[in-house]
């Protein structure tokens, strides 16, 4: 248990629908995180927000679509996406300036 | 970000010591060297990080290179919950904000019982 938790843990979904994944911390930090990681392939870090404000977008489609509505919450919501976006959806947090990041479980997408 | 390498996989026995050696040649000056592990089927956690000196912390130990060019992290006696992947991440802590990670492939760590 970090004190990261990311509901669904595991999600299946159309190219057609929409969903949002959703992270939660618990540990008073100010910098939240989303990560993909496909398999074979390294984490890829996708998004990064600083005291709610996005500071990093790491070239990613704009099917994907952050949401920070606070420094606890983080969301990525996801419409029409592509069966080579399943993936594990990684959500971490940090205090600011520091490098020790805390991450949740993760959520399982599968995009048939 | 400095760019690291590491051995795809390795192998130890159980209650062993472990050396998980990383090399980053290009290391600048105010790059700390962050090692994270992601155990099956979870998201990673931080091991220790450290500068110039070796560090130690209840999970590992991390021993740097005289001139940072490498660095090892120590595993005193592996068990078995210590079969993971390992990562090693160069990161300049001096700038500021959120601090992103940029991790590689990593090594697979399997313990052998």
């Known amino acids: 248990e970090t004190g990261v938790t990311q509901t669904p843990r595991h999600l299946v979904m159309g190219m057609t629908n929409k969903k949002s994944l959703k992270c939660e911390q618990h540990?008073?930090?100010?910098?939240m995180y989303w990560y993909k990681q496909s398999a074979k392939k390294p984490l890829e870090l996708m998004f990064v927000?600083?005291?709610?404000?996005?500071?990093e977008n790491n070239s990613v489609p704009s099917r994907f679509s952050p949401e920070c509505p606070n420094s606890s919450h983080l969301f990525l919501h996801l419409h029409t996406l592509q069966p080579e976006d399943s993936a594990l959806y990684l959500c971490?947090?940090?205090?600011?300036?520091?490098?020790?990041?805390?991450f949740g479980p993760g959520t399982r997408l599968t995009v048939t | 970000d400095a760019k690291t390498t590491q051995p795809n996989s390795m192998e130890s026995n159980e209650e062993e010591p472990v050396h998980l050696p990383c090399n980053h040649s290009?290391?600048?000056?105010?790059?700390?060297i962050h090692w994270y592990r992601q155990l099956p089927s979870q998201g990673p956690e931080y091991v220790i990080h450290?500068?110039?000196s070796n560090v130690n912390n209840r999970m590992a130990s991390l021993a740097i290179a005289e001139d940072r060019k490498s660095s090892t992290l120590i595993l005193h006696r592996a068990t078995l919950r210590d079969a993971a992947v390992y990562y090693c991440?160069?990161?300049?802590?001096?700038?500021?904000?959120?601090?992103?990670?940029?991790f590689g492939t990593g090594t697979r760590l399997t313990v052998i019982p």
């Open positions: 971490a947090s940090s205090r600011e300036g520091s490098s020790e990041q805390y």
């Open positions: 540990l008073g930090h100010n910098a």
């Open positions: 991440i160069l990161r300049d802590l001096d700038e500021t904000g959120a601090n992103n990670l940029f």
């Open positions: 290009t290391i600048s000056g105010t790059d700390y």
């Open positions: 450290g500068l110039t």
């Open positions: 927000y600083n005291f709610k404000e996005q500071t």
